[in-house]
Every structure is written in structure tokens, then in C-alpha cells.
């Protein structure tokens, strides 16, 4: 997936780009509230970006690697209704909090997932993200449930994870039909 916004693009991630993944996962304040899984090192850095190439995709402002986006599927079984649903994630470098670039690689992504004929996105945030639900709000995601987190994925962080959904109210009226 090759998208290209005004300002943003969302691409695969590349081992050139593993250098601006490592630093994501390092900084606390965008790895914790994203949720994503500690990285040591730049060979760890790179092996997760190779492995997760169909999954996880680069953000990309003015030829740098700023932030992630995840494109989840949500069940192994193609006949089940969730196989035409997806989860995603995000998480976006510190210095560029604030300007809108996440809200328009998302609405990239959607519009692509849309296209893709994808019933609804899901997304799950910690209760306490404040700016994650606000974005999630402004991209027209509703609230739908909070579940407790496994013992093993909180330790010291979030017990619980709020989860949102995004119709894709087009397909729903074709449904109607």
C-alpha cells in the first residue's frame, strides 16, 4: 500500500527505515501510549520492520520516517464477518504531535480500507490517551467497549484498553439494498 497525501505519505517500511522505527519504540512517550513492544537495538529494529512489512506501514513527511501506522486483520478465517474488518494502530514521533499529519495518514488509510471494501475499522486506545480518543473522535470513530488487558501485557502500564469502530456506512446502505 503506496499512499500520498498533501503532506503525508503511508508506504511499506524498508531496513533503511529501521533507524526511525528504533526511535520510536525507544521514546516512552510514543512507544507506551502505543502500545508497542520494547526494541532493544537496530538489528531488532530491522528484522521487526522486514517481518511486519504487510502489517505495519511507515509514515513518511518530507522524506523522513516519522511515525507507523498498523493494519491489522482481525480473525485468521476468511469466512467469518470480521475478515472484512480491520484494526488499526498508529504512533507518531513527539516533534510532530500536534499538526495533523496522523489525522491525514489515517484518513489515507481508511479511504483505502474503504475502498477495499472493509465493513468497519476498529481501534483500541488506553483509556487515559486523551489525544489518541480525540483523534479517533475527529475521524468519526464511536466508542464501543473497554476489556481488561492480559496480566502479562500491563505490568506497570494501562490494566485496560478502550476499543472504537468505523462503519463503512456505504457498504452498510448497499446492505440495506
Known amino acids: ?64 520516517v ?18 472484512r474488518t480491520r484494526e488499526i494502530g498508529y504512533a507518531l514521533a513527539q516533534p510532530y504531535w500536534g499538526q495533523g499529519l496522523m489525522r491525514e495518514a489515517l484518513r489515507l488509510v481508511i479511504r483505502e480500507l474503504f475502498t477495499q471494501r472493509m465493513t468497519a475499522l476498529w481501534a483500541a486506545t488506553f483509556p487515559d490517551n486523551q489525544r489518541s480518543i480525540a483523534l479517533l473522535a475527529r475521524l468519526g470513530f464511536e466508542y464501543r467497549f473497554t476489556v481488561p488487558l492480559p496480566a502479562g501485557l500491563h505490568t506497570d502500564g494501562p490494566q485496560s484498553e478502550a476499543y472504537f469502530e468505523l462503519v463503512n456506512h456505504i457498504l452498510a446502505l448497499e446492505d440495506v439494498d
Not at 30 to 37: D, L, S
Open 1 to 64: 500500500m503506496h499512499l500520498t497525501g498533501d503532506r503525508v505519505s503511508v508506504r511499506p517500511f524498508t531496513a533503511a527505515d529501521a533507524p526511525a522505527y528504533l526511535a520510536l519504540a525507544q521514546d516512552p512517550l510514543v512507544a507506551g501510549p502505543a502500545g508497542m513492544r520494547p526494541i532493544a537495538n537496530l538489528e531488532e529494529a530491522k528484522a521487526h520492520v522486514l517481518k511486519n512489512q504487510t502489517t505495519e506501514l511507515a509514515l513518511v513527511v518530507n522524506g523522513a
Open 66 to 83: 516519522v511515525g507507523e501506522v498498523g493494519i491489522y486483520p482481525r480473525t485468521a478465517d476468511a469466512a467469518a464477518p470480521e475478515a
